[in-house]
């Protein structure tokens, strides 16, 4: 499974952006999706989750009420829907896939994802 992030950039502290992340193949649909982001010399930090069916999603108390993540399996594609941006969401932000079996319906452990996408970067300036 290959994984294609997009839609990062510079944005002022208050504006919004949308990820997307593309996966190759023909089992998107059976995935657990999560976007993930990371600074340099920092561990690699959960943002949020989605249900295979999108169902259910799963966030970080720290992005809970600003960002949305989203799916459309006919595409092969999740989203993450960033608002309300803050200079503290800088960072690379990576999409990542955890396929079945599952212990869980959504979760953030980052040990549980399988699959890695190259990253990209959103910078927010304040």
């Known amino acids: 499974v290959q994984l294609q992030a997009s839609g990062g950039g510079l944005v002022q502290a208050g504006g919004s952006l949308r990820l997307s992340c593309t996966a190759s193949?023909?089992?998107?649909?059976?995935?657990?999706m999560g976007w993930f982001r990371q600074l340099p010399g920092k561990e690699r930090e959960f943002v949020a989750a989605i249900s295979w069916s999108g169902g259910s999603t799963y966030y970080a108390d720290s992005v809970k009420g600003r960002f949305a993540i989203s799916r459309a399996n006919a595409k092969n594609t999740v989203y993450l829907q960033m608002n309300s941006l803050k200079p503290e969401d800088t960072a690379v932000y990576y999409c990542a896939a955890d396929p079945p079996p599952w212990g869980t319906v959504v979760h953030g452990d980052v040990t549980m994802y399988d699959y890695w996408g190259q990253g990209t970067l959103v910078t927010v300036s304040s």
């Open positions: 193949g023909h089992t998107f649909s059976t995935y657990i």
